[in-house]
T-cell receptor, first 113, second 114 residues
Framework: QKEVEQNSGPLSVPEGAIASLNCTYS??????FFWYRQYSGKSPELIMF????GDKEDGRFTAQLNKASQYVSLLIRDSQPSDSATYLC?????????????FGGGTRVLVKP | DVKVTQSSRYLVKRTGEKVFLECVQD?????MFWYRQDPGLGLRLIYF???????EKGDIPEGYSVSREKKERFSLILESASTNQTSMYLC?????????????FGPGTRLTVT
């Protein structure tokens, strides 16, 4: 059973709209949550992290965390064609040494002009 | 800015060859990781290291080994390359601090084994 689940998409979003991406995780002991963006053929790039319940905003990105529901989401406001990428959710593994992360399979986002 | 570099962007090797992939980070990070990424399978952890000369198996260590002789350098070794090891290989590093789990990735090495 996969420990971090994401809808693979593609999530098709008109330019200027809000893209909403979801991620669920299975380990209640996880405390740190990350969103990475990965363009085709490139490596993942960290765009957001969140540790506490609630919302965290950074520019056009908002991360939302609900530990009770084991759910983390990413909102992209005013979506641009340059936001077209795969977004990976990552969650810390509280039982592993080395600050290990578990990654979801990613959601592919397509922003259409 | 954290910088993680990998020795090659593209590599083509023959079946049975010994392959070395090198990763270097310049931010004094204790933790280093090797992943492979394949379509439909996502990022899978091969090995990681939380200190010099320390290594831990990840989810798919079979067919691979690693070496960490210096803090900044983490090498992935394919002892006898096989076609099913054709993949994108990604190295990452992170600090070993409480709640400091964010990993920074290198540009990746696309390995083709023929």
């Amino acid at each position: 059973q996969k420990e971090v689940e994401q809808n693979s998409g593609p999530l098709s979003v008109p330019e200027g709209a809000i893209a909403s991406l979801n991620c669920t995780y299975s380990d209640r002991g996880s405390q740190s949550f990350f969103w990475y963006r990965q363009y085709s053929g490139k490596s993942p790039e960290l765009i957001m992290f969140i540790y506490s319940n609630g919302d965290k905003e950074d520019g056009r990105f908002t991360a939302q965390l609900n530990k009770a529901s084991q759910y983390v989401s990413l909102l992209i406001r005013d979506s641009q064609p340059s936001d077209s990428a795969t977004y990976l959710c990552a969650v810390n593994d509280p039982r592993a040494a080395g600050n290990k992360l578990t990654f979801g399979g990613g959601t592919r986002v397509l922003v259409k002009p | 800015d954290v910088k993680v570099t990998q020795s090659s962007r593209y590599l083509v090797k023959r079946t049975g060859e010994k392959v070395f992939l090198e990763c270097v980070q310049d931010m004094d990070h204790e933790n280093m990781f090797w992943y492979r990424q394949d379509p439909g399978l996502g990022l899978r952890l091969i090995y990681f290291s939380y200190d010099v000369k320390m290594k831990e198996k990840g989810d798919i260590p079979e067919g691979y080994s690693v070496s960490r002789e210096k803090k900044e350098r983490f090498s992935l070794i394919l002892e006898s390359a096989s076609t099913n090891q054709t993949s994108m290989y990604l190295c990452a590093s992170s600090l070993r601090q409480l709640r400091s789990y964010e990993q920074y990735f290198g540009p990746g090495t696309r390995l083709t084994v023929t």
